[in-house]
């Protein structure tokens, strides 16, 4: 399995980024998606996960700004990110949830894989 993010840089408050995850390994459009964020000094902070089928869960502090989105024919997931505000600056990498013993799939972790992730700096 291999996760690999792209997309990151810099961007001013209010401005937008659109990162990338390439998925290999795996049949991907079986499995639900997550994207995770770790800023400096702070725990990794949930941020998205998309369904096989599409449906996408959100955290507040994303909501009506990021949209999550994949295509199952590419094996690409993406995260469009828009008013970009300087608490968004983080690393942030797509990761693949862990099934529980109890079946349920682990949207917010832990997680099975991850990618290394991708920088983002929104900053003026």
């Known amino acids: 399995v291999q996760l690999v993010e792209s997309g990151g840089g810099m961007a001013q408050p209010g401005g937008s980024l659109r990162l990338s995850c390439a998925a290999s390994g795996f049949i991907f459009s079986t499995y639900a998606m997550t994207w995770v964020r770790q800023a400096p000094g702070s725990g990794p902070e949930w941020v998205a996960s998309?369904?096989?089928?599409?449906?996408?869960h959100y955290a507040a502090a994303v909501q009506d700004r990021f949209t999550a989105s994949r295509d199952n024919a590419k094996d690409t997931l993406y995260l469009q990110m828009n008013s970009l505000k300087p608490e968004d600056t983080a690393l942030y990498y797509c990761?693949?949830?862990?099934?529980?013993?109890?079946?349920?799939?682990?949207?917010?972790?832990?997680?099975?894989?991850r990618g290394q992730g991708t920088q983002v700096t929104v900053s003026s």
């Open positions: 990761a693949r949830p862990s099934r529980g013993t109890d079946g349920v799939i682990r949207l917010q972790g832990p997680y099975d894989y």
């Open positions: 998309i369904l096989p089928g599409g449906f996408v």
